[in-house]
């Protein structure tokens, strides 16, 4: 996520610093151009990538600009993407499905229970600055918020993920794993996780159009954010819900075994792997 995040912000080549343009004309160029020493002139920029600028000329000042902000988003771009994945890692070792309801081999509706990200990003996410606390907690509310939106949504379409409860020879079926399905094949809205979204959202939310370089920060990590979303979407196995139910028909010697009926369905803790 880190990598994809940088290759985005550089995608922008933004020319440091900001707003400078050289002058023209005599006696003007003349003037600038004495202004400095030989040395001063030829600086070496560092390239791109993986610098995240680049600079209007090889100017000693030019170059230098573009090395400080270079370290600065750099190191935010890192800080900001451990946090977002510590919460992840956090929240997908947390999180449940519950409420799973059972009708033969088909498991239906569910709901996914996790802890938010919004305090998990937070709490590890770079604050070492004033700016940097304002776009911190910018990026965890819209991430946190969509998030729980997203995941309020998924629900199972009626998969048969219980083939054993097809014909149960006991009156109650023993709690039972599900087969596992990849998180894609459930039903859900990921609008509120999709990078358009949360990036017009946080540049709303931080309320400061001058911010220093706040669109391509957030774009760069909504980006990196949504691509290692839908991975995650196909590479997630939904595991570990155990389902459990009565079977009303079983009645032997003469009805020996029979469907699970109303049978309800939980996922045991760390099933999202």
Known sequence: MKQLAKLKFQSNAIKVPDKWSPPSGDPAAKHYSDAFKPGEKNAVPMPMPPALFLPHSTNKYHVDT?????????????????????????????????????????????????????????????????QELKYTTTIANVIGTGWLSYTATIKIPGLPIYPAFAAMPSPIAPPTPNIPVPVIALTQVAVSVSASMMKNQMAGMLGDPQAMYHKELFDAVCDAFEKCFQIWQASTQVTNILGTGPVPTFAPPFVPAGPVIGGMGTMMPGGFV
């Open 66 to 130: 573009q090395k400080k902000l270079n370290e600065q988003f750099t190191s935010y771009i890192d800080g900001i993407i451990d946090a977002i994945c510590q919460a992840w890692s956090t929240w997908q070792s947390a999180a449940t499905m519950v409420g799973v309801m059972i009708n033969a081999v088909t498991a239906s509706v569910g709901q996914v229970v996790g802890p938010p990200w919004t305090p998990l990003i937070l709490a590890s996410g770079p604050k070492k600055t004033p």
